[in-house]
């Protein structure tokens, strides 16, 4: 199993970075996909979830109206769009994958770092 994220990186405030993560090794398109977040010297947060097909999507407060989470499930790959980000969008970010049966797993990535400074 694997879960690789990408498209990390430095940007300014206000700017605009797309996140992707590709999955293998588990049926994907039948999973929950999450991304979380992690900045130094806090907890781990949820930011932005999408059922398996695709049909609900959920935000945490902090980025509602300003990041975006979809998946292809052909290409086994969930994205997060992140606009208008903000220094407090810095941290490390991380997506997972919720699923199975009989046996509920959770799969996480390595990570991807965001960093919003000017």
């Known amino acids: 199993v694997q879960l690789v994220e990408s498209g990390g990186g430095l940007v300014q405030p206000g700017g605009s970075l797309r996140l992707s993560c590709a999955a293998s090794?588990?049926?994907?398109?039948?999973?929950?996909m999450n991304w979380y977040r992690q900045a130094p010297g806090k907890e781990r947060e949820l930011v932005a979830g999408i059922t398996s097909g695709g049909g609900s999507t959920n935000y945490a407060d902090s980025v509602k109206g300003r990041f975006t989470i979809s998946r292809d499930d052909a290409k086994n790959t969930v994205y997060l769009q992140m606009n208008s980000l903000k220094s407090e969008d810095t941290a490390i970010y991380y997506c997972?994958?919720?699923?199975?049966?009989?046996?509920?797993?959770?799969?996480w990535g390595q990570g991807t770092q965001v960093t919003i400074s000017s």
């Open positions: 090794g588990f049926t994907f398109s039948r999973y929950v």
């Open positions: 997972s994958g919720t699923g199975g049966v009989p046996f509920t797993r959770t799969y």
